[in-house]
């Protein structure tokens, strides 16, 4: 199993727990505010902000709260200035970490991402130093017991996806950026369901894990996305699933 399809996909289902939806807010809060001020407040004309404001309608955000982060973000409504950062370093084992975190105060962020790393055996690095090891696209993922490897590839394909992996139970689409969305409406439209998805930072390598070093890696993961400041994590470790489950009941 790969670290980016099997771990987002858990991700995504215990992000649907409500003792983690406060988080979830803030941080969907804080891209659609970055988005809008980077790119204008039209959902139709700013591709990130209209996944944004998907993104929480997804999580069942209230639309006054989706309006006011948009206000905020084109300066109609007072609020704090969120600056995009890029954090890579290493896992326990060596594998790479790339993450990318909004936040108000750098100082502040860095040391406590550098924290995590180093309580879980891993070091935050230098920038650029892991980047080579990951290639931005849009992936789709779909447990393989809701749609046969056939239909898929004809749906995705003929929509512009450039790729279907089998990861043991899940069907991984891979688009090119300005695909993803094609792709995604295609395959939702069929009535299939997604486990999950987003455009971001897809490994083209993996490091194997077992033992001692998969628990530390899921735990440095999971503590990166805890974090208040990030927004993403995306890690090439390959770890087989009888580790994360062991993960998960620990």
Known sequence: MSGHSKWSSIKHKKAAADSKRGKIFTKIIREIAVAARAAGGDVDMNPRLRKAVQDAKAVNMPADNIKRAIQKGTGQLEGSHYEEVIYEGYGPGGFAVYITALSDNKNRTVSEIRHIFTRNGGQI??????????????????????????????????????????????????????????????????????ADSNVGHIPQDYIKLEGKQAQQALRLVEELEDHDDVQTVAANFDIDEKEIAQYETA
């Open 125 to 194: 690095g230098t920038s650029g130093c892991v980047a080579f090891r990951f290639k931005r696209g849009g992936y789709i993922d779909i447990d393989q017991e809701k749609v046969e490897e056939e239909k898929l590839m004809d749906i995705a394909l003929n929509a512009g996806a450039e790729d279907i992996k089998d990861d043991g139970d899940t069907w991984e689409v891979i688009t090119a950026p300005e695909k993803y969305e094609a792709v995604l409406e295609a395959v939702k439209a069929a009535g299939i369901e997604v």
